[in-house]
Structures are given as structure tokens and as C-alpha cells.
């Protein structure tokens, strides 16, 4: 160690490095590194207390013998072993000579690293405990020297302080930029329809959906493609007690599977290349909130087990960071995959799979609901008007001709396929005319394919193509009877004269 009349000017120079950053991590490594490197100590560490947690000291930084942050000494309850006691007492404890002091329980340890002294600090700010500062030596200090490390362990309280501070401000600034962005994001989406519909189906959802909201469960959302998961996230958020809170939106199919991390718990300035500033992730974000997963089935299975992690015990780590963060937000995930046939493929993980599947939602597909169509067309072309176009309604024969469609694409595409129409049709009211041709992808060139069918054994072709086959017969003959009137061919086939349009269309008749 260096003699006392160097030790203030040492220390100096600690604390000048010290103070020049605001980072908390780069403030207490300066001062635990700077303690073993200017001051030859054996060893120098922090405990800090968390906001979250203030009756427990954590292992911050360490250097010298040991630079691990887990361990026997990791969690110290403050008022336990000779830490806590400095932390519950304010009041240092100094040993020239810890192998004869009782105090000193692990004499192996002191006796194998040639321990001398120890040399124990609270770090306070106010009335506030912030932490405790130790330094082990191999030779005697003497009382100058103890006095000295006091002053530094005074100043640096400051700036350990100041730098919690300075990040206090950053993560909140951050997380007004970020929350401000998703309100945008709102406030753009607010012209948009809600859940609309009376159907049996959806009225089963609905009913799921008013149980589970007041509650605190997990809740997964399954359906195909366009059937209104990310509608059924929002009602659950403003149903439930937490309406005041953020709702963070996260498409996990959207994100590269090398940023997947960062995006949902964020990273540490400089934790990887292209790190240049601390990132607040989804998570933290969400805090206080409702955080929806979308497309959870595509997230890789090393993410899954980091989610997992965090579900489980609530706290996060930022990439290429070491401080662990409380997180108190709902999940809600959605997907259109069979997670469990997922599960059985080593696709997706088992514990995950059941800490989500709570409370499982079946959305309905809008095949299952025709009977709902008119009236989403009608909130469909209020929406349309909303938002400057011309005020228009969909007439009988086309809400049939919609009907009698399966709609793979589900509710997304009746809004694509109404916005379309609404553009190309000339009066205020959208007929057949104005609809595009909705031939499922599944039978596309169907009227070749039929054709083809039909000279083939029946039983060599498929069921539906069978089918197919033997119902464009039945529209042709009724076309042939009624001299191609399309009313009396749609009374002879005991239809509407828009499904029999929809039918002339799919097989090209």
C-alpha cells in the first residue's frame, strides 16, 4: 500500500476519475478498480441497496481477488454478517488485525490470502443507506489512513448518488420518448374498428374475455390470421385494473432473432457494437402496464428461455448489463401457430407453453361468424368515411356475395376487400360489380381443375375436387335452363342471385 503522506493525494486522483462519468457501473468500477490498482488493496467492493428491494444489500462491483457478483456474499439482509451490520448501524468497522479480531469469522479465507486488514464503510446520501464500501489489505493502515478512506468513502456516496440519479432521469426520459411513440402509434390506430359483432361465436370470446380481464392471469390468444388478436389485447388492457397503465405491442415475428433481446429487455451502453446508448426494452416499458406478444410461436427457443426466466421471477437483466430490474407488467400473448403440436416438435418450449397458456382465447374465424359480415361492413365504411372518403353502404346482393365467401384472410381481408370496393364504385352504394373476384387460394384456376376432374374415375379425385366438380355442373345446367337470367337460375338452385354470382365467378362461368 502506498505510505500515508501519498494516501490523499492517491485517493485524489481516484475521485477525479470517479466524478468524471455519470454512469453508475463506470462510477463504482472506477472507485473498486481505483482502491485495488492506485491503492495495491487486496480487494475493494460495493453493496448497494435497490429501490425495489431496501432491505437488501447486492453485491455491485468487486475487483482485486475476486470480480464475481454472485456467491455466499451476493445478498446480504442488511443487519446480517459484518456488511449488513454497517448498513443497519451507519457506523464503520476497521480491523489492522482481522486474524485476531472475533468479529472475523472466515479466518481460512483472511489467513490464504494473507488479509491484514478490513476496512468497512456505509455510503449514505441524506438519511438514506445507498450501500457499503469495503477494502481488504495485506499490511496494517494506520488511524491517518482509516480516516482518509472515510473521506473517500464520503465522496464517494456523491457520486455514486449523482450517477443514480443521472440514470433515474435518462430511464425516464427514455421511457417518455419511447411511450410517447407508442401513443402516436394509438392515436393513429384510434379510427379504427373495435370488436364488432353478435355473433354465438364471438359472443363465447367476448364472455372469456370479461372473466379473465379484472384478474392478474396470463392470458393466450389463439386464432388465424385477421381475427382481431391485437382488438381482444387492447379490450383486455382497458378492461382490466391496469387500463391507466402503458400497453406495449411487440411483434416477435418481426424482430431479427439477434435483436430479439435488446428489444425486449434493452441493453447497456456499449453492450455490443451499435450499443451507443442505453436502450430501455419492452419490459421496462411496460411497467405498471399490459405487454402483448404477438406472434409469440415465432420467437427462438433462446429467447424463450430468457422470457421464461423473467415471467417466472419478474426481474430482468439489460443486455451486457449486471444490475437486475423488478418488472410488474400482464402478459398477454397471441399466436396463430398449434403451440402445442409446437411443443411436441422441440419447437417451442414446454414451460413456456403452460406459464402462457393460462387462459386460453379461441377467436373465432369470420367463416364461423357470416352472419356478423353486415354488420362489420357497416362499421367498415363508417371507419372508411371517418377518415375523409365518401360516404358509402353496401347494398343486399353484395353483403350475400360476401357471405358466401370462407375468408381465409379472415376480418383483414373483408377491410382490404370493403376498401377496395369502396374506391372503385361510382354511386354511395357498393354492388357485385364494385367486388373483386374472391376465389379462395386454395382453388385457384378452379374452373381448370374442375374440368379436369370431371373426366377423371370418381374415385380417383379428391373429395372437394369432387365436389367442386359436380356443383359448377349444377350452376352451368340452371345458367342453360334459364337462358342465362341469373334470377331464375339462382330460384331454380333455391339460392341468392349474389351466391349464384359468386359461384358463376369462382368457376368462371
Known amino acids: 500500500m502506498k505510505a500515508a503522506a501519498g494516501l490523499e493525494a492517491t485517493l485524489g486522483r481516484v475521485g477525479l476519475r470517479m466524478a468524471r462519468s455519470l454512469d453508475l457501473d463506470d462510477v463504482l468500477g472506477e472507485i473498486t478498480r481505483g482502491l485495488v490498482r492506485d491503492l495495491e488493496a487486496a480487494m475493494a467492493r460495493i453493496w448497494l441497496v435497490r429501490p425495489d428491494d431496501p432491505g437488501v444489500l ?50 481460512a479465507w483472511l489467513r490464504d490470502n494473507g488479509i491484514v486488514t478490513c476496512a468497512g464503510y456505509p455510503l449514505e446520501s ?23 478512506l472515510g473521506i473517500f468513502a464520503a465522496q464517494a456516496s456523491v457520486a455514486i448518488q449523482n450517477a443514480r440519479l443521472f440514470a433515474e432521469v435518462t430511464t425516464l426520459t427514455r421511457r417518455l420518448e419511447a411511450e410517447n411513440t407508442y401513443l402516436k402509434e394509438e392515436l393513429g390506430e384510434a379510427g379504427r374498428t373495435g370488436i364488432v359483432g353478435r355473433s354465438a361465436a364471438l359472443g363465447l370470446a367476448l364472455d372469456a374475455l370479461a372473466r379473465v380481464a379484472p384478474t392478474r392471469s396470463t392470458v393466450l390468444l389463439h386464432g388465424e390470421t385477421g381475427t382481431g388478436k391485437e382488438l381482444f389485447a387492447r379490450a383486455l388492457h382497458e378492461q382490466s385494473p391496469r387500463r391507466a397503465g402503458p400497453l406495449v ?8 432473432p439477434a435483436l430479439v433481446e435488446s428489444e425486449l429487455f434493452g441493453h447497456e ?71 402445442a403440436a409446437d411443443v411436441k416438435a422441440s419447437r417451442f418450449r414446454s ?41 358509402k353502404t353496401v347494398d343486399d346482393d353484395a353483403l350475400a356475395y360476401l357471405a358466401a365467401y370462407d375468408w381465409p384472410g379472415n376480418v ?38 374442375d374440368a379436369d376432374d370431371a373426366a377423371k374415375p370418381a374415385s380417383s379425385a379428391p373429395l372437394r375436387e369432387r365436389v367442386s366438380a359436380y356443383e359448377r355442373a349444377l350452376v352451368a345446367e340452371a345458367l342453360e335452363r ?24 369462382l368457376y368462371r362461368l
Open 412 to 449: 383483414r381481408e373483408l377491410h382490404n376487400v370493403l376498401e377496395r370496393a369502396s374506391i372503385l364504385a361510382r354511386t354511395d352504394r357498393i354492388g357485385v360489380g364494385d367486388l373483386p373476384e374472391l376465389a379462395a387460394p386454395a382453388t385457384a384456376d378452379v374452373a381448370e381443375a
Open 126 to 148: 441524506d438519511d438514506e443507506v445507498l450501500g457499503v464500501l469495503a477494502m481488504f489489505a495485506r499490511r496494517p493502515l494506520t488511524e491517518l489512513e482509516l480516516d482518509w
Open 351 to 391: 414451460d413456456l407453453f403452460f406459464r402462457l397458456n393460462v387462459f386460453p382465447i379461441e377467436l373465432p374465424p369470420l367463416r364461423d361468424r357470416r352472419e356478423d359480415i353486415p354488420l362489420l361492413a357497416a362499421a367498415f365504411m363508417a371507419a372508411l368515411a371517418g377518415r375523409g372518403a365518401t360516404p
Open 482 to 505: 334459364a337462358e342465362g337470367n341469373q334470377s331464375e337460375a339462382a330460384r331454380l338452385l333455391r339460392t341468392s342471385r349474389a351466391t349464384l354470382q359468386y359461384k358463376m365467378k
Open 269 to 339: 451502453k456499449g453492450a455490443f457494437t451499435g450499443a451507443v446508448q442505453r436502450r430501455i426494452g419492452r419490459f421496462e416499458l411496460a411497467q405498471g402496464g399490459t405487454l402483448f406478444l404477438d406472434e409469440i410461436g415465432e420467437l427462438p427457443l433462446e429467447a424463450q428461455a430468457k422470457l421464461l426466466r423473467v415471467l417466472q421471477e419478474h426481474e430482468l437483466e439489460r443486455v451486457g448489463g449486471t444490475q437486475s430490474i423488478r418488472v410488474d407488467a400482464r402478459i398477454v400473448a397471441a399466436t396463430n401457430r398449434d403451440l
Open 249 to 256: 405491442r411487440v411483434n416477435c415475428a418481426a424482430i431479427a
Open 58 to 107: 447486492r453485491l455491485a462491483a468487486s475487483a482485486g481477488l475476486s470480480e464475481r457478483l454472485d456467491g455466499s456474499h451476493a445478498r446480504v439482509p442488511i443487519g446480517s454478517l459484518k456488511i449488513g451490520q454497517i448498513a443497519a448501524t451507519r457506523t464503520p468497522v476497521c480491523s489492522t488485525d482481522v486474524l485476531d479480531d472475533p468479529r472475523f469469522t472466515d479466518k
